[in-house]
């Protein structure tokens, strides 16, 4: 998913701490790295590597990047390796100086354009398709020196989901793919322009909520003036992707003008409607499952208790990139609260299950705590079909869900039983229709027929 950071200020004051905390800010979207470049309208400074925010960034490295322009990244790899070559942003250098560009979002075709570009002579020197997307801006530029037609050519090629911030001479440009599948909004104070991936980074650097960027919208700031373009193939049709409200997006953020937080809820107490269980406990699968948890207990009147404790030092494991990492995560993770489970129907609610193992064993630790009998209540409909958009979702054959029945999945994880949300319910909780559905039905809003070839 990856989450990305920028400021634009017309004071010409130093501006890199404030992305350092805003890509702090957003460090659940992306944990394997982090990069800021910044520039001063003549020359981008930059500084990544592998990592989490504090571990990349030391007061001497910020102290080396000066600039009144800057964004910044944090990374989750689904295109390309955890390597350094691959963190971001990218700063690539041409004939017009250096462009540095930072994308939240996975290009669907980026293999056939890399390919048609190593043709007419770019060298590579990471393997994402986030470079694939400077290298085309790159030639496009040589082709007319106008940064706003050449990015216009290089979305027209694009297929997939693509929020950017461009650093390009002293110009700083966000945009939105057409779809809007990956959110990204914009804050305002007297002194400069701000753009997130979520808005709770807005609120950590004491910044206003302005807007968010709408689908298909480019924003341009130079001069301290903001102008906003219509990208081609911006029809209007929508597709947000739905797990930024189930799961990936901070609670306390707003996306498209709709809470986080109340979506939570909203689920939590759906669930309850549409998957009643005679339990004596509710517990959520910490954090992801807290929320939800708090709403359906109130929907379902059933006592809620935090019998898994998390270890507040150990990151997300449905980002790690292996499953040996996800399998140690869980162990280090969780742990019980034993009297609250010893002799209960516990009812555990999580937001998704995905490939099942973390599931399995998370089942298989409350009944060695002593709970009677074990109900999964998920916070998300059955995941069947992978995301070729952002999210590593594993391919068809490892979704748990492509394959087997509810009652199966029982079987296959220890649970006494598994209950999902409905499309209907995750909609209704959501409030709007324009989402992205498809590791949900399978039905893609863009032609992903390439991706599937390749899992093939």
């Known amino acids: 998913m990856c989450g990305i950071f920028g400021i634009y200020s017309h004071e010409k004051s130093n501006i890199v701490k404030k992305v350092y905390y805003g890509l702090y800010a957003l460090q659940h979207r992306g944990q394997e790295g982090a990069g800021i470049a910044v520039g001063n309208g003549k020359e981008i400074g930059y500084y990544k590597g592998l990592g989490l925010v504090p571990e990349v960034f030391s007061n001497k490295n910020l102290q080396n990047l000066y600039g009144h322009i800057g964004i910044g990244h944090v990374r989750y790899s689904t295109t ?4 350094i070559e691959n963190c971001q942003p990218f700063v690539v250098n041409s004939s017009f100086g250096k462009i540095a560009i930072a994308h939240n979002g996975d290009i669907v075709n980026s293999s056939e354009l890399k390919r048609e570009l190593e043709k007419n002579g770019h060298i590579f020197v990471s393997s994402t398709d986030s470079e694939v997307i400077a290298q085309l801006l790159v030639r496009e530029l040589l082709k007319d020196d106008d940064i706003i037609s050449a990015i216009m050519k290089v979305t027209e090629k694009l297929n997939g989901a693509y929020s950017l911030l461009i650093i390009y001479d002293d110009t700083l440009i966000a945009l939105r793919d057409p779809k809007g599948f990956k959110p990204l909004c914009i804050g305002k104070d007297e002194g400069a322009y701000y753009f997130s991936s979520e808005s709770c980074a807005l609120d950590i650097v004491n910044v206003d909520f302005e807007k968010d960027v709408s689908p298909g919208e480019m924003v341009v700031i130079k ?4 102008k906003t373009y219509k ?6 049709n929508a597709s947000t992707c739905m797990f930024e409200y189930v799961y990936f997006a901070r609670p306390d953020s707003v996306i498209d003008g709709i809470s986080v937080y109340a979506v939570r809820r909203n689920i939590g107490r759906i669930l309850a409607r ?18 939800f948890s708090q709403g359906y207990t109130e929907e379902a009147s059933v006592p809620y208790y935090e019998a898994l404790i998390k270890n507040r030092y150990i990151g997300r494991t449905f980002i790690l990139p292996t499953q040996e990492e996800r399998d140690l995560a869980v162990r280090l993770k969780l742990n019980p609260v034993k009297h609250l489970l010893r002799d209960k129907k516990v009812t ?3 937001d998704s299950i995905v490939r099942g193992t973390t599931s399995g064993k998370i089942i298989k630790m409350a009944r060695k705590a002593g709970a009677k009998e074990v109900h999964l209540r998920i916070g998300s409909p059955r995941i069947v079909s992978p ?7 594993a391919t068809t054959k490892e979704l748990i869900a492509s394959s087997k029945t509810d009652e199966e999945i029982s079987e296959c994880i220890g649970a006494d ?5 409905s499309i209907n319910g995750l909609v209704e ?10 590791c949900l039905t399978g039905k893609y809003p863009t032609d992903v027929s390439c991706k599937f070839n390749c899992e093939k």
Do not use: W
């Not at 990208?231 to 209007?236: A, D, E, I, R, V």
């Open 80 to 83: 390309g390796g955890n390597i």
């Open 223 to 226: 001069n301290n003036e903001m």
């Open 231 to 236: 990208l081609p193939n911006s029809n209007g």
């Open 274 to 291: 549409e998957n009643p269980n005679n339990s004596d406990v509710v517990s959520p699968v910490p954090d992801s499952g807290i929320i």
């Open 348 to 350: 555990l609610i999580d």
């Open 387 to 393: 995301c070729f958009y952002g999210i590593d979702m």
């Open 417 to 421: 039983s598994v209950a999902y949300l």
């Open 429 to 438: 909780a959501i409030g709007r229709n324009d989402l992205c559905l498809a």
